[in-house]
């Protein structure tokens, strides 16, 4: 299945990583408010990589499902996951949503530099 003849709104994260260096910004949605179990935050958020026009592409799993269905979403079920997945990314300052419909939005031109000193 070619993702992109059947599914153009959507994208692995393959592609999801060439996006966000080619300028698209990254918004984490926050879709089931978060709460503390032990040291540990959990709830439910989704990535979407938006251009300056506005399109978005959400972000998918690569893998088949013993179901048949090929297109799932990436959901991210605790903020360690979320986190590592955008440090990988190369944003270097993360901050999250908590409650469900609320929206954070990243772009790598916003990420400070290293090397300040201040």
Known sequence: MDLQKEAPNVVTEAG???LVESGYSVEVVCKQ???RKNSVWHGIWLLRAVDDDGVEKELVTARARPDGEFIQLRT????TGLVSFLIDLGFSVVAFPVYEGQR???TLADTPDDDSDS
Do not use: E
């Open 76 to 79: 991210f079920k605790t903020v």
């Open 16 to 18: 999801f990583k060439m």
């Open 33 to 35: 408010d978060a709460y």
């Open 104 to 106: 954070w939005t990243y």
